[in-house]
């Protein structure tokens, strides 16, 4: 499974022909929440005939808008890496979050990614946004998705105790020292303490 750096302003160096599903997220922790959320991609990628493909970002994007508010991630970048490559995609891209990508809108994120790939579908987790352009961002979402002509979905949360599954739920369950509630919801093992 290819795993690829992506510059939105350079061409592929193998360009993919194949239509793709594709998700999008920094994925901190790929908890129950993105595993169902990827999950859900690779279903729609077999049903329309295409290829699974996660977006996802060197480091979150948040860092870059709000650093006042920077929170310590889950795992590290390696290791998220490998547990979306557990998750059998055909690719996984990364994209550095920079200055110039935050300032792109909705629009011009997906007539850049247009670009450089033939999108069947984008399926966003349910509190997604993207683009410069918050206001009003599901709607510009759904409004450029049509007139770039790929599907759009967006997918409900997973739940736990009547609260959506989140890295942010699982840092609290961890500050609290709850580490099995913490390590259930990143559907892992793996010693959180």
């Known amino acids: 499974m290819p795993i690829a750096e992506l510059d939105l302003d350079q061409s592929l160096k193998e360009p993919i022909n194949t239509p793709l599903v594709f998700t999008i997220g920094t994925f901190d922790g790929v908890h129950l929440g993105h595993q169902a959320l990827i999950q859900r991609a690779s279903e729609e990628a077999k049903r329309l005939r295409?290829?699974?493909?996660?977006?996802?970002?060197?480091?979150?994007?948040?860092?870059l808008l709000f650093p006042e508010k920077k929170k310590p991630l889950l795992i590290s970048f390696e290791e998220r890496i490998?547990?979306?490559?557990?998750?059998?995609?055909?690719?996984?891209?990364?994209?550095?979050?920079?200055?110039?990508?935050?300032?792109?809108t909705v629009d011009e994120f997906f007539a850049k990614l247009k670009r450089h790939f033939r999108i069947a579908k984008f399926i966003f987790g349910h509190d997604a946004t993207i683009g410069?352009?918050?206001?009003?961002?599901?709607?510009?979402?759904l409004r450029s998705a049509k007139l770039k002509g790929f599907?759009?979905?967006?997918?409900?949360?997973?739940?736990?105790?009547?609260?959506?599954?989140?890295?942010?739920?699982?840092?609290g369950y961890m500050e609290k020292g709850h580490f099995a509630e913490?390590?259930?919801?990143?559907?892992?093992?793996?010693?959180?303490a």
């Open 182 to 192: 913490a390590q259930k919801l990143m559907g892992t093992n793996q010693n959180l």
């Open 132 to 141: 410069s352009d918050q206001k009003q961002n599901r709607e510009n979402i």
């Open 50 to 63: 295409g290829k699974l493909a996660i977006l996802t970002f060197r480091t979150p994007p948040a860092w």
């Open 82 to 104: 490998q547990k979306l490559n557990s998750l059998h995609p055909d690719y996984i891209f990364i994209l550095e979050f920079t200055e110039e990508v935050a300032t792109l």
């Open 151 to 171: 599907e759009v979905e967006f997918f409900p949360p997973v739940l736990f105790n009547g609260q959506p599954v989140s890295s942010t739920l699982i840092r």
